[in-house]
Structure formats: C-alpha cells, structure tokens
C-alpha cells in the first residue's frame, strides 16, 4: 500500500522509520520531509497546509493512507477537505476532523470538554476583553502560582505559570489587551496550579475502540537540571518508571475511557492519535492538556517501543476495526536525546554541516531541522537530531544515547547530558 506523512520533523522522521519496516507498504512519502525521512521514502515538496497540492498528489500516487504528523492542518481542517471532496474522500486520514482537533486548537473547549464528562483535570474559568475586569478580580481568589493558558495555537509559547499576583494580572492584561499572543491569546484559560509529576500517555483510536501506547516522559527546559528557557523538548524515556500498572490503570478508566467515550457522545468522529498530557498528582492523574496527534521528541522513544507493524494498526483505524489488530510493545526503555543549534530556544544559524552520524550504531538517529544541500546534511532548524537508543535498562540507555549523541558533529552544537537522570 502506498502512504503519505505529512510534516518535517523529528516525530515524522520516526513515522518513517517505523512505517517503512511494514511488509504491506509499497511506497513511502513524506511531505515535505527532512534530509533524514530520505532514507525510509520520497521527500515531495509540497507545505503541510496546501489541501489541494497534498491531494492532487495522493490522487496521483494512488495513496492509501495519508498520516498527519502536525497539528496546524488537523487544527486547519485537512481531514475535512478530504471528507468533502469525492475524488479524494476514499482515502483514509489519520487524525481528527476539524471538530475533533479542537480538543488542541482550544484550551476552552478541551476544558469544558473535560468537565463535562467528569475527566481529572485542574480547576478553570475563561476570559476574553469583554470580561477582562473579572478575570483581574478572579486572580485575586485564586492561589499562587497561576497557570494562564492562551486559548488557541501559539506555537508551544501560549502557557505561563505566574508566581505573584502582580505579574498574573499584568500578563493576563498582555496577552488580551495587548495580544501578546496574537488571536492566539484573544481568549485566556486561568487555571489551577497542579504541583506533581508531568508524564504523557498516547492513545489510538478509530473512534470506538483504542490502543494505549507506551508511556513518555519528555524534558522541555534548555538547560540541565531543567533550568532555563523552555524549548519545543530536549529528550525523552518511555515508559515513565512511576507509571505503573496501578497508575495507568487509573489513567485507563478515569481518563482514557471517558475521552473515547465522551468523543462518541458529542458526537465527534475522532480518528487518529491523542496524546494526554497528564500531572501525577500524589498518585492520581489529571489531565494538563490534550494534542491531537502524538507529541515531539516523544514520538522517537514511543515508536521503537511498539513491536507491532504500524501500518496494520493504521489500517485498523481507517477501517474501523482496530479492536482486531495485535498489538505488542517491548519491556525495553527508550532514551531519546535532543541535539540543538547553539542559540536554541531564541536565535540561531541555520546551514552547518552535520558529521559523523554515521559512527552512531548503537542508537537510532532521527533527524528533525535538517536539509540536504549539494551532498551534504546541515542544519535547518532548532532542535536539529534525536538520538534515540532502546535498551535492557533505563541507566543503560541513559549512557548509550548520551554517548551517541557526544558522537554527531556540527558547529555550535549543544544537548542536554542529564535526561532521565532525575528519574534514577
């Protein structure tokens, strides 16, 4: 069968690897790829948001399957615009219609989603420029720290954590009044701080029945000892060692369950992956957030965890009977580590010259910012390669992924060599 990935990064990087293993796949194709998803399929240049270039060639190619690795085109309506158009609408998307994808596109509505179906997640109200005056007076009632959320999309920046009252009325005022996030921001979520252990648990569904996907744990701040700026994520393990069988137990009935059942009371078609962002409260989940497709650098330490032919899953999904697929994930750990451009998570250059990564063989390299020009892979983006190793242990794959990842080249280079460390 033939299939297209749509997105670039690291996460599509990984789709590739894991689908190009497939005894049922004929042809591979990712667009627009990276210097890495070369190896696994054809690159097409074509943006993740041209519906109609994304369709013409899936006619061409006789696509099956077109999986969705980003948000912004399920947020954007892409399995719609497929759904809406007979020449096209046989051919399976993997991921939410539009409706669906709200549950990432709006904080409001994944929030008043949760509540309505009894989910664990933190205490909430909303606010837009016409209640801005009762969102100041609502602060004042509230605890401290605060979370203020952006509403929409805002490229991972959208969620601050104030820790005086002061600085969360100011921002609360700049991120409406003054748009610091753009329409992003033209509706603010004020939630409850929730003081625990964050983790996340991915699911695939067809929209009756699921498959719960290993456990990750990632790391967003730049700097060692989670210090600093927070980043798009500088590593990942999977599975997370206090998730255990009784915490993802409660995390099954208390969340999962409901989600999938909550969608199909709502009435809201959901195929694809859903990725719950979850705070490990005292030994108790609540959700932080949902995505509505799986999350980046996670993806690279889930995907060669699962043991499964992916692509008979998927399948499952388009056909509506997933619940038939087998599916088995290894006991082994995964270790993925995020090498960055120097400058990351605020300005870098782009166009080095990556060396060496042919001298990692213990680990898997996934590439995420990165370009061919004239026979050679440079630098195209922040986060630049995941080095991902899957091993008895998780302090062996500690050592294994830190050491590969020594091993890769390119100037100005910089990755974090504690990941995981705090989980020993």
Known sequence: MNILIVGSGGRESAFAYKIAQSPKLTNLFIAPGNAGTEQYGKNVDLKVTDFDGIASFALANNIEIILIGPEEPLVKGIHDYFLGREDVKHIAVIGPQQLGAQLEGSKDFSKEFMFRHNIPTAAYKSFNQDNLEEGLAYLETQNLPIVLKADGLAAGKGVLICETLEDAKAELKAMIADAKFGAASSVVVIEEFLKGIELSVFVLTDGESYKVLPSAKDYKRIG????????????????????????LSKVENRIIKPTIEGLKQDNIPYKGFIFIGLMNVGGDPYVIEYNVRMGDPETESVLPRIE???????????????????????????????????????????????????????????????KSVDGQVVTAGGRVIAVTTLQDDLFTALQQATADAGRIFYPGKYFRTDIGFDLI
């Open 308 to 370: 499964s032919d992916l692509v008979d899953l998927l399948e499952g999904v388009a056909k509506g009977d997933l619940a038939t697929r087998s599916y088995t994930v290894s006991p082994k750990t995964a270790v993925t580590v995020m090498l960055v451009s120097g400058g990351y998570p605020g300005d870098y250059e782009s166009g080095k010259v990556i060396t060496n990564m042919e001298n990692v063989k213990e680990s898997i390299v996934f590439h995420a910012g990165t």
């Open 224 to 247: 060692e000892g989670d210090t600093g700026l927070n980043t798009g994520g500088m590593g990942s393990i999977s599975p997370v060692p206090f998730a255990t069988e009784e915490f």
